[in-house]
């Protein structure tokens, strides 16, 4: 899962493609820009530097790798008076494990 999750940013993509090392500032820049266009409320400060560059909000979300957003199960844990945990409870109310342990835990 956290292979999948991995993904290169803006300024990861734009540096190997081009082979250039980006100045800190323009990283940061490219960081803020990545994650409003990942909120999908690109700031008018950011549009009006990428119309400086020449660029377009489209442009550079071409340029973004996808994002991996896994898919969330919720169980619920039942323990005993120690913490162990008895039973992992799916959201349908089904036991998908149950766990036993002596006296001393094992």
């Given at each position: ?86 039973a992992l ?18």
């Open positions: 899962e956290q292979a999948k999750a991995r993904h290169r940013s803006l300024a990861e993509v734009l540096q190997e493609d081009t082979g250039v090392t980006l100045p800190a500032e323009l990283a940061v820049m490219l960081g803020r820009l990545e994650r409003e266009l990942r909120a999908g409320a690109v700031s008018a400060e950011s549009e009006a530097w990428l119309a400086q560059c020449g660029l377009t909000v489209e442009q550079m979300e071409s340029q973004m790798e996808a994002e991996y957003i896994p898919e969330r199960r919720l169980h619920l844990y039942h323990c005993d008076h120690r913490g162990l945990p008895q409870i799916s959201p349908e109310g089904e036991t998908a494990w149950r766990g036993e342990y002596d006296e001393w835990g094992n």
